[in-house]
């Protein structure tokens, strides 16, 4: 049985927008998932309808064997959501924010449970002061304390570091990565590519609606294994190495097949009187990966796969 | 699934929603309770000497039921619709939304809710009144009924516009042009026998005119109307918009998209 199974979801607002347009695939238990896609690729709009805070149009949804329209109940007891929205509820302190939602999934003196959340994601000393007087950072942990009181075998964090400290990411990385040890399953929402890298074992990579990759993430990395130069200028790129290049600042990424096109990179910088600092040569990582995928061939990539 | 089941569910989203207008008793108790005694006064000292509805009953101790089931009203549906549209708006009824919790347990919480607030400032405003003209007691399980009933019918409807706006304004406006109007046109100050008989008429066609005169039998012992057409037509009433509500709860009507 899967942890969580999508079975040709699609969703189309009332607004007329197509958000899902047929998405299928599954996570097993125990998985650390990754979800990637850009702004509007229907990311959001899959967390909702796995979550009950939305409807599929068509398609199906599991959560443990749980369909989360016809057994709801027993599909969200299985699940912790981890809003991306910085949410909260003014008129009570973090204690009984924890305490009430507790409450809600039928599960009554939790507060063993609660210290132990508290304590691991560093709230033990905010346990009771109210929502309203946490920093954004602080409430980010409380909104994970909160996805957690009914111990769910499967997370969902969509977005969770988005805007946060280098410290709470840590943070928080390492609680979700125990959980994940322990059993629990982890679907991740993120725009940063490194932290899916690093501890997704699959991703997944919604564009328009549309699942165009799905693989190990090892696999995904070796799919399109390419030499990047990385360097720094302060000088515009020669027009032949524009294209190829993505810039982002002062810092330069341009791919290569092999050493002896790394040779003519630099050989046609050199021609054009460009000066680079901190040169080096590495693997693509997932960012190269994402871009090409999102870019170029992302449709005949899946259907060449399927 | 059991009645018992849905109780229980319902039990902690009871407990939060009585718990949050509790913390901030001063602005949900405490200035409703001022309000009904300003109208107190006012009506009391403009009118006190004029009007005489029924025998052996001063104006004043007429009024005061009026103003207590006004109040039991009015803050049983400031207490659903508020807190719906506050945790719309400021996002946080995704907590919610992402539980097991079923419609009916909805449902239970927000109307029982919205009971004990109405019943709390009604309580208020008639211990702070009747100190002024103590009413009478004629038969205290008609003030209970229709108090409770009244609340549980606003807390309703208060849940229903809750669900329906989007914004404090439209909340406001279902308020102001709705709820208002109703409240003031049946009879709180005044017996709606001293009507012309054309607004005598209309005034029957609103339920709010049944809650408050089968309230006020629970007083004087006398009403416009016999207490058990009006129980009649608040029970009718409150079946009406609690099939709604809990029809629009099932839906997940502006709730789940």
Redesign the interface.
Known sequence: MSAISFQQVEKT??SGVHALRGVSFDVQPGEFFGLLGPNGAGKTSLI?VL?????ATRGKVTVMGHDVVDD???A??A?G?V?Q?L??????SVR?TLR???????VRDNDAWIDELLASLGLADKANANMRQLSGGMKRRVLVA?ALVHRPPVIVLDEPTAGVDVELRQTLWQFIARLNREGHTVLLTTHYLEEAEALCQRIAMLKQGRVVALERTSELLAGTATTMLRFKTDHALPASLVARARVTGRFAQVSARDAGDVEAVLAQLREAGVPVEDLEIGRSDLEDVFLDIMTTEGAQRQGARQ | MSAMRVLSGARPLLRKEILRFWKVSFQTVAAPVLTAVMYLLVFGHALGGRVSVYDGVSYVQFLIPGLVMMSVLQNAFANSSSSLIQSKITGNLVFLLVTPLSPAAWFIAYTGAAIVRGVVVGAGVMVVTAWFAPPGLANPLWIVSFGVLGAAMMGTLGLIAGLWAEKFDQLAAFQNFIIMPMTFLSGVFYSVHSLPPVWHVVSHLNPFFYMIDGFRHGFFGVSDVSPWTSLAVVGASFVLVSGIALALLRSGYKLRH
């Open positions: 607002y009332g909702s979550a009950g805070l939305a409807r709801y109940a027993q969200r007891r699940l959501i809003p929205e949410v909260f509820d003014p008129f009570f009984e009430i939602q507790s409450g809600y999934f039928g909160q």
